[in-house]
């Protein structure tokens, strides 16, 4: 009997630290290397100038974070991410104000999907930007004009419920809303989106959808970075971004499409514009180490009734870039990116990513750096 009672005694400790099982991860990227842009607006007005410089984040953000994770049984697990953008230049935090810039959520992982609460992504990073350059091997300089579809990621949504799905024999879907916390203007500044994405072998296919609506870019809505940059002043009374895409790997190769459309209808009067990307991609790894990208994006700008710059622009978008692996978290990197404006565009042709835009037509930017992951 005593025996029994030990062993019983044994197998409930055991029982419970299996049972109360945690860990936290910390984790980053720290990106920097030399940039020349040519052809950036000067401080004085009509000069034009190239730019040398050292500079933080070229293909990853500079980050640092913490993960982590504890089984509570049954499949379920609680989860929370906290994580804050730095410059490695300066050392000085991404955003003002804010300790985790990037992300912090906190939630529970089942075996039918993940919800969180806190500050997230929507699914058009989620699901569009892993299709795209920017959101995959490119980085910040391969974003779409302005990055105005989000696919780089420069959106995040405070106060956001969402759910991501679990992996149903290579389906997913997810749900993302974020409120306004303002008593009284439940609409003023909230956003919301949807997603869904299918993997089959080398296949990839998915869509996404964003909308956010208010006037008041407000300290306790849902969207404080700011609307995603229409190119043209003025409060942004609603926007919607949607797209869809697809990617094929085969061998060590890897093709992608991707089109996305962002709507952004204006405070005033009834003032609107509609911005189509189409944007082309293709990664080759050459050895395990060395590995070759090019992109191509065209952007078509309409605008309607916003005064004198009503009418239509368009951009021209070409990037390549080789990288080179040293070890499975350190690599080299260069890159170039071409950003053609056509003649008589009432907005500014930039790269984005870039101090400045452009003072006529082009805009080139050529990157080279070392980037550590940990």
């Given at each position: 009997?005593?025996?029994?009672?030990?062993?019983?005694?044994?197998?409930?400790?055991?029982?419970?630290?299996?049972?109360?099982?945690?860990?936290v991860?910390?984790?980053?990227?720290?990106?920097?290397?030399?940039?020349?842009?040519?052809?950036?607006?000067?401080?004085?007005?009509?000069?034009?100038?190239?730019?040398?410089?050292?500079?933080?984040?070229?293909?990853?953000?500079?980050?640092?974070?913490?993960?982590?994770?504890?089984?509570?049984?049954?499949?379920?697990?609680?989860?929370?991410?906290?994580?804050?953008?730095?410059?490695?230049?300066?050392?000085?935090?991404?955003?003002?104000?804010?300790?985790?810039?990037?992300?912090?959520?906190?939630?529970?992982?089942?075996?039918?999907?993940?919800?969180?609460?806190?500050?997230?992504?929507?699914?058009?990073?989620d699901?569009?930007?892993?299709?795209?350059?920017?959101?995959?091997?490119?980085?910040?300089?391969?974003?779409?004009?302005?990055?105005?579809?989000?696919?780089d990621?420069?959106?995040?949504?405070?106060?956001?419920?969402?759910?991501?799905?679990?992996?149903?024999?290579?389906?997913?879907?997810?749900?993302?809303?974020?409120?306004?916390?303002?008593?009284?203007?439940?609409?003023?500044?909230?956003?919301?989106?949807?997603?869904?994405?299918?993997?089959?072998?080398?296949?990839?296919?998915?869509?996404?959808?964003?909308?956010?609506?208010?006037?008041?870019?407000?300290s306790?809505?849902?969207?404080?970075?700011?609307?995603?940059?229409?190119?043209?002043?003025?409060?942004?009374?609603?926007?919607?971004?949607?797209?869809?895409?697809?990617?094929?790997?085969?061998?060590?190769?890897?093709?992608?499409?991707?089109?996305?459309?962002?709507?952004?209808?204006?405070?005033?009067?009834?003032?609107?514009?509609?911005?189509?990307?189409?944007?082309?991609?293709?990664?080759?790894?050459?050895?395990?180490?060395?590995?070759?990208g090019?992109?191509?994006?065209?952007?078509?700008?309409?605008?309607?009734?916003?005064?004198?710059?009503?009418?239509?622009?368009?951009?021209?978008?070409?990037?390549?870039?080789?990288?080179?692996?040293?070890?499975?978290?350190?690599?080299?990197?260069?890159?170039?990116?071409?950003?053609?404006?056509?003649?008589?565009?009432?907005?500014?042709t930039q790269?984005?990513?870039?101090?400045?835009?452009?003072?006529?037509?082009?805009?080139?930017?050529?990157?080279t750096?070392?980037?550590?992951?940990?």
């Open positions: 009997m005593k025996k029994t009672l030990i062993l019983a005694a044994v197998a409930t400790s055991f029982a419970s630290a299996a049972y109360a099982q945690s860990s991860t910390l984790y980053g990227i720290v990106d920097a290397g030399f940039t020349y842009v040519n052809n950036e607006a000067g401080a004085t007005s009509g000069t034009h100038h190239s730019a040398y410089s050292l500079t933080s984040g070229n293909v990853d953000g500079s980050r640092w974070g913490l993960r982590g994770v504890e089984d509570l049984g049954g499949g379920l697990a609680a989860i929370f991410t906290l994580e804050n953008g730095f410059n490695v230049n300066n050392g000085q935090a991404a955003s003002n104000g804010r300790m985790f810039d990037r992300q912090a959520f906190v939630g529970i992982t089942s075996p039918y999907g993940t919800l969180t609460l806190g500050r997230q992504y929507d699914s058009v990073v699901y569009l930007g892993p299709l795209s350059a920017t959101g995959t091997w490119g980085g910040t300089y391969f974003a779409h004009a302005g990055d105005n579809d989000n696919a990621g420069s959106l995040r949504i405070n106060n956001s419920v969402k759910f991501q799905s679990a992996n149903y024999s290579g389906l997913s879907f997810s749900g993302l809303y974020g409120f306004s916390n303002q008593a009284g203007g439940f609409a003023n500044d909230r956003a919301y989106s949807v997603g869904a994405g299918y993997a089959n072998g080398g296949l990839k296919i998915a869509a996404g959808y964003l909308e956010a609506q208010g006037l008041d870019r407000s306790s809505g849902a969207i404080q970075d700011g609307a995603l940059n229409s190119g043209y002043d003025g409060v942004t009374k609603k926007q919607r971004t949607w797209g869809a895409g697809a990617s094929y790997a085969f061998g060590p190769a890897v093709v992608g499409a991707l089109f996305t459309q962002s709507r952004f209808q204006f405070a005033m009067g009834n003032g609107s514009v509609r911005y189509n990307n189409y944007e082309v991609n293709a990664h080759y790894n050459v050895t395990p180490a060395l590995s070759l090019a992109a191509y994006t065209y952007t078509q700008a309409l605008a309607r009734d916003v005064g004198a710059d009503s009418g239509a622009n368009h951009w021209n978008q070409f990037g390549l870039q080789t990288d080179y692996m040293l070890s499975k978290r350190t690599d080299l990197y260069a890159e170039g990116v071409v950003h053609v404006g056509a003649s008589g565009n009432s907005l500014s790269v984005f990513g870039t101090d400045a835009p452009a003072s006529g037509r082009n805009q080139v930017v050529v990157s750096g070392i980037r550590h992951r940990f």
